[in-house]
């Protein structure tokens, strides 16, 4: 089926660097949903962002809208340990079908 | 509250076993959702119920056969499958309303099932 675009692929930090990471799209969406996957668990939701060059915060997470509607970005602040896990962007379009990036496996550093 | 519950945590089950799983839901939500999910990737739609009907099935084997019994539960019917059908399976559900401009997708934890 069809994927999102999500990058980088994995990365490996330092405790208490910050993060990006991105998801893009050749279609438009109107939602961007972000989620946080541990290994055994489902995917958690952290943000949603409906509107576009909307930016969303929760925590230190936050999550921005891409004006174009086709990317959404996201942010996290000083990484603890407990950031581990694959996070998952995901676009929604007004249907029932929500589509998935391929993830972003986030290893931190103690 | 955000819970979707399923059940079991895992299961482990012969190719020739009929098993369920099941998927609860408290929120109100129209939209009831069946994913698989392998190792390291991610979701894959199965099934969508909105409204207690079968609006969605993504050519899915029909060893699969999924129900819904009422707008709250959901449950995923096994029978005769194959090792490749090992992974992750996923409930999920949202508000399910047309021209909502809010919905979200909330998961429940997943049931890890193992096809010996």
């Known amino acids: 089926g069809q994927q999102l675009n999500q990058s980088p692929q994995s990365m490996f930090i330092q405790e208490g660097e910050d993060v990006s990471m991105n998801c893009t799209s050749s279609s438009i969406f109107n939602t961007w949903l972000w989620y946080k996957q541990e290994p055994g668990e489902g995917p958690v939701l952290l943000i949603a962002l409906y509107k576009a060059g909307e930016l969303t915060s929760n925590g230190r997470l936050t999550a921005q809208f891409g004006i174009t509607r086709k990317d959404s970005f996201l942010n996290i602040s000083a990484s603890i340990p407990s950031d581990v896990g694959i996070y998952f962007c995901a676009g929604h379009s007004g249907t029932y079908k929500y589509i998935f990036g391929t993830g972003t496996r986030l290893k931190v550093l103690a | 509250d955000t819970e979707v519950t399923q059940t079991p945590k895992h299961l482990v089950m012969g190719m020739t076993n009929k098993k369920s799983l099941k998927c609860e839901q408290h929120?109100?939500?129209?939209?009831m959702y069946w994913y698989k999910q392998k190792a390291k990737k991610p979701p894959e739609l199965m099934f969508v119920?909105?409204?207690?009907?079968?609006?969605i099935n993504e050519s899915v084997p029909s060893r699969f056969s999924p129900e819904c019994p009422n707008s709250s539960l959901l449950n995923l019917h096994l029978h005769a499958l194959q090792p490749e059908d090992s992974a992750l399976y996923l409930c999920?559900?949202?508000?399910?309303?047309?021209?909502?401009?809010?919905?979200?997708?909330?998961f429940g934890s997943g049931t890890q099932l193992s096809v010996l």
């Open positions: 929120m109100g939500h129209r939209a």
């Open positions: 119920y909105s409204y207690e009907k079968l609006s």
């Open positions: 999920a559900s949202s508000q399910g309303e047309v021209g909502a401009t809010n919905e979200k997708l909330f």
